[in-house]
């Protein structure tokens, strides 16, 4: 960067996403689908709950150069996600006690398990120096209001954040892992020998349940995506997020609708239909080289074995993938082994956590230590 840009570096708080200069958003994130400006306004505009979201951007003469989204958690708010992935069900007694980490800055993506920070393609040198400016805004921020910062959904690939956070002593924990799939394929006979050399029997199963899957008279399609087929669409993977995790996701059936509406060819979506019935959905959100497979529902009742849920997501993603010139599929946070036995490679999320109180900071450090310790026991 020149002097003449650094010099005009200018830092802001976008209180709603209609502020965000669109342009130059799209650019900042292109390849992390989860933080397109379509996606972030479904949710904002559809969300369940009170969903306070900011935008921290660091502007200079080139452009928006860094950026941040945080949801804003006030002392009697009713939801805390920090405290939820900190104390879990016991969430509720925690806040009974006192002990809650409220108020404070949440920074993480929305719906999904990914980084809320993005920095312009740079050297790793400036890079960090860009997001130490914003940091130094947001600190500065929340120490004139008394808000402890959490960062949720780092890992050791996403510099600058990273080594900025370690740094600067922020508390740290481990809590989940997400998976990556990198196309290193052209379909699903070439994906199944790049499987073959990483595992003989990975690529035996593949093949095996590939066949089964066609044998059980299951056929996968894409959809043109009507309201008959987002109306499906929501109503199967409510069912199986509200499965999974013992309540409805964030968002109303509205959302989907709207993301056909504003993502147009960049949503995608495909149907497993067994025998004429639906037996899966799934949903992609593009963006550049990368595809977020960011909804999933398999039809439970009278459910064969028949790898449905594999196939859907792997096998014929293998063919599909490559042909959109797509690079890297992201998963979420489940199912984790099979994941990595199909051939994700997993990467670790960490929080990155400053009470804002000394007192808090003390505490919390022990806490954290052994929060992560307890999830590397329970996963490794």
């Not at 306004?41 to 150069?65: C, M, N, Q, W, Y």
């Not at 960090?128 to 959904?153: K, T, Y």
Request: aromatic letters at 8%; hydrophobic letters at 45%; charged letters at 25%.
């Amino acid at each position: 960067m020149s002097a003449a840009a650094s010099d005009v570096e200018r830092v802001s708080v976008a209180q709603d996403l209609e502020e965000l200069p669109e342009a130059q958003w799209q650019r900042l994130v292109q390849g992390r689908p989860a933080l397109r400006l379509e996606v972030l306004k479904a949710i904002a505009s559809h969300a369940t709950r009170p969903l306070s979201l900011r935008v921290f951007l660091l502007e200079d003469g080139l452009g928006l150069a860094a950026a941040a989204i945080c949801e804003a958690v006030a002392a009697q708010a009713q939801y805390n996600p920090f405290d939820l992935l900190l104390f879990g069900r016991a969430a509720p007694a925690v806040r009974r006690l006192g002990a809650s980490t409220q108020s404070l800055l949440v920074f993480q993506t929305p719906i999904a398990r990914q980084s809320p920070v993005v920095v312009r393609t740079a050297t790793a040198e400036l890079q960090r120096r860009l997001f130490g400016r914003l940091l130094d805004h947001i600190e500065n921020h929340a120490a004139a209001r008394g808000l402890g910062i959490a960062f949720v959904g780092i890992t050791p690939e996403d510099q600058p954040a990273w080594s900025v956070l370690r740094a600067r002593g922020y508390l740290a924990s481990e809590f989940d892992s997400t998976a990556l799939l990198d196309i290193q394929w052209s379909d699903f006979d070439s994906y199944v020998r790049h499987q073959r050399r990483r595992s003989k029997s990975a690529a035996r199963d593949a093949r095996a349940e590939r066949n089964r899957n066609r044998r059980g008279a299951v056929s996968i399609r894409p959809l043109r995506c009507t309201d008959d087929d987002m109306r499906a669409l929501d109503l199967i993977t409510r069912e199986h997020y509200r499965r999974k995790n013992g309540r409805d996701p964030i968002h109303d059936p509205r959302f989907l609708r709207q993301l056909r509406d504003t993502l147009g060819e960049d949503l995608l979506v495909f149907e497993a239909v067994r025998n004429g019935a639906r037996a899966a959905m799934l949903a992609v959100v593009r963006s550049g080289e990368v595809g977020w497979m960011a909804w999933i529902g398999v039809e439970q009742r009278d459910r064969p074995n028949d790898f449905t849920y594999a196939n859907i997501l792997f096998y014929e993603a293998a063919d599909w993938a490559p042909m959109l010139g797509l690079k890297t599929l992201i998963y979420g946070t489940a199912a984790q082994r099979s994941k990595a036995k199909r051939g994700c490679r997993l990467l670790a999320l960490h929080l990155f956590y400053r009470p804002h109180r000394p007192l808090w900071r003390a505490l919390a450090r022990p806490y954290l230590a052994i929060h992560g310790l307890w999830y590397r026991r329970k996963v490794y």
